[in-house]
């Protein structure tokens, strides 16, 4: 069956968008998390046609921003009669956002329904798919109502109706019994990748996660170092399916580059569950590279962003090398500011492939295991065995000889039985 996420947004719909001004949102006179709200809409295709900023001094448990404040939103709504949605900068418990739908008669979606929509938006393959609508069917589960009837024709055999249930008692059956299928299914990819990265690790082949907060650069150093064909927009979330390609770096090193999901802002803990399957990938990674934009104004903020999250999916002890992109649009001093901070980044920019070698010379020096050299000495005939370890291993100080063919190869261990006999053996070891 084709996989189907479900957007619940019509194209350009009218949007009044709801920011606050708190300590965690500002830098400076900027509101920089309502910059990134502003940023998301306009992403999802929805035409903002007002917005406001509230100072709050203490939330509201009923609707967030108190009764005066939304008799406030109600009238400037009231100015737009094709208005019908209202963007808070927030995540509303489920009173908050019933009792908000209830007083201004309007749809109400919270910065988290905001991401989860632009997900179903941009969800491509099949598992991306499966991981929006897992992490969709989380979010919604607590907020069903009786209206919820698009469940019974998409979902229809899931449960029957029994004896004085009620509509939204079956519908959240349903939603309950689909979102068991999709975590047994994602359980599934993640048992898959699990037997992919340990053909990768029989093969010598090191993994490299690319990770970053979203549109920081990452797929336009996928691109230019692997000539890959992931998405490339300036917006939030271009791309949402995780891509590996492979790279030979010199000496034969084989990399295996992955682009894996941006992250963001307050980044939903149910979107961090669905997508367990792709993050993984930074989890179990050689190495990660964090991209991060050197150019962005809370390029600080944006870091510690994705530190959360790695922190949060067990990533955090991983060798990991800081990348500062998009070094081609920094001034002199911003350079020296942010070199200070951070004394052991790259600097580099994917769009002009600058400083790629010093990228790629940091991820060979990082990688988990040291692995160990072998002296091997070949007859001057064996150039097929030669051949053999350059196509699987890295290869180095390579000698032809009268009488012999030296060198020197880090070996698989599915090869190191063939070539162990050899081996060149060290003054007083045994034969």
Not at 107 to 128: C, N, P, Y
Not at 360 to 387: Q, S
Request: charged fraction near 30%; charge should be neutral.
């Amino acid at each position: 069956m084709k996989q189907k996420t479900f957007s619940t947004l019509p194209i350009k719909e009218q949007a009044l968008l709801i920011g606050f001004q708190e300590a965690g949102n500002m830098i400076g006179e900027r509101n920089v998390s309502f910059e990134e709200l502003s940023a998301l809409a306009e992403t999802a295709g929805l035409e903002t046609v007002l917005k406001t900023e509230i100072k709050l001094r203490d939330i509201n448990p009923a609707t967030y921003i108190g009764a005066g404040k939304v008799k406030e939103l109600a009238e400037l709504g009231a100015e737009f009669p094709d208005l019908h949605l209202y963007i808070f900068d927030t995540e509303l418990s489920n009173a908050q956002h019933k009792n908000l739908e209830d007083a201004l008669q309007a749809k109400i979606m919270d910065r988290t329904g905001l991401i989860l929509e632009i997900f179903a938006q941009r969800a491509r393959t099949k598992e991306g798919k499966l991981q929006v609508e897992c992490a969709q069917l989380s979010y919604l589960l607590p907020r069903l109502t009786g209206l919820w009837s698009h469940l019974s024709r998409q979902y229809a055999g899931a449960g029957t109706k029994g004896p004085g249930e009620t509509q939204l008692e079956l519908d959240k059956r349903k939603a309950r019994a689909r979102l068991q299928r999709l975590r047994e299914e994602l359980a599934d990819i993640r048992s898959n990748r699990e037997l992919q990265r340990k053909a990768r690790q029989k093969s010598r082949e090191t993994a490299v996660a690319l990770v970053g907060y979203t549109n920081a650069g990452k797929s336009t150093l996928m691109n230019a170092l692997t000539k890959a064909d992931v998405l490339v927009e300036d917006k939030l979330f271009a791309t949402l399916d995780p891509t590996s390609r492979l790279y030979k770096a010199k000496n034969n090193e084989q990399l295996v580059f992955i682009d894996t999901v941006g992250f963001i802002r307050h980044l939903p803990h149910g979107l961090v569950e669905a997508f367990k399957a792709t993050l993984e990938e930074a989890e179990k990674a050689d190495v990660i590279v964090h991209v991060a934009d050197a150019s962005a104004p809370d390029t600080i903020e944006q870091i510690k962003a994705v530190e959360k999250v790695l922190s949060e999916i067990g990533a955090d002890k991983n060798p990991r090398i800081l990348a500062l992109n998009k070094k081609d649009a920094l001034s002199f001093a911003r350079y020296h500011e942010l070199k200070a901070m951070y004394p052991e980044a790259v600097f580099i920019s994917a769009k002009e492939k600058d400083n790629f070698e010093a990228l790629l010379d940091l991820i060979l020096e990082k990688r988990k295991a040291p692995r160990p050299w072998a002296k091997l000495r070949f007859p001057p005939d064996r150039g097929d065995l030669v051949a053999k370890l350059f196509a699987r291993c890295t290869v180095r100080d390579l000698e032809y000889k009268e009488d012999a063919i030296t060198l020197e190869a880090e070996i698989p261990k599915d090869l190191r039985a063939e070539f162990f006999p050899y081996r060149e053996k060290s003054q007083g070891e045994e034969s």
